[in-house]
Nanobody
Framework: QVQLVESGGGLVQGGGSLRLSCAAS??????????MGWFRQGPGKEREFVAA????????SYADSEKGRFTISRDNAKNTLYLQMNSLKPEDTAVYYC????????????????WGQGTQVTVSS
C-alpha cells in the first residue's frame, strides 16, 4: 500500500506563506514512477485541483487561482512532494491533500490515485 503523509499546514494571516510537504512510502512504492499532485477541499465544497508535477519534475500544472502564487516541486531522492504557498488569501482555506498516480500528467491523471489524510490550512483576513 502507498502511504502519503502531509505536513506543514497551520494558521496564517492573509499575505503570508506556508510550505506543505508530502512524505511518500510503501513496500513496493517507487516515488519517481508516480505523477504527484495537490488538491484541496474547503467547507461545504468538493475537492478541487491545485497543482500537479510530472514524474521527473520537468512539467508542472496549476489551477488558474493559484498560478503565480503557488509552486509545486518534488525531491525524488527524498520521496517528498512540496507545495510552496505565497500571498495566501482567505479563500485558500481548506484541507490540502497529497495525491500519487501511476498515470502520466493528463486530464485524468488522478483517477484511481492514492491519497493522504490531508493537512489543514487556515488563512485569516
Amino acid at each position: 500500500q502507498v502511504q502519503l503523509v502531509e505536513s506543514g499546514g497551520g494558521l496564517v494571516q492573509g499575505g503570508g506563506s506556508l510550505r506543505l510537504s508530502c512524505a511518500a512510502s510503501g513496500v513496493t512504492f517507487t516515488f519517481s514512477m508516480y505523477t504527484m499532485g495537490w488538491f484541496r477541499q474547503g467547507p461545504g465544497k468538493e475537492r478541487e485541483f491545485v497543482a500537479a508535477i510530472s514524474r521527473s519534475g520537468g512539467i508542472t500544472s496549476y489551477a488558474d487561482s493559484e498560478k503565480g502564487r503557488f509552486t509545486i516541486s518534488r525531491d525524488n531522492a527524498k520521496n517528498t512532494l512540496y507545495l510552496q504557498m505565497n500571498s495566501l488569501k482567505p479563500e485558500d482555506t481548506a484541507v490540502y491533500y497529497c495525491a500519487a498516480s501511476r498515470r502520466s500528467l493528463s486530464g485524468n491523471t488522478f483517477t484511481d490515485a492514492y491519497w493522504g489524510q490531508g493537512t489543514q490550512v487556515t488563512v485569516s483576513s
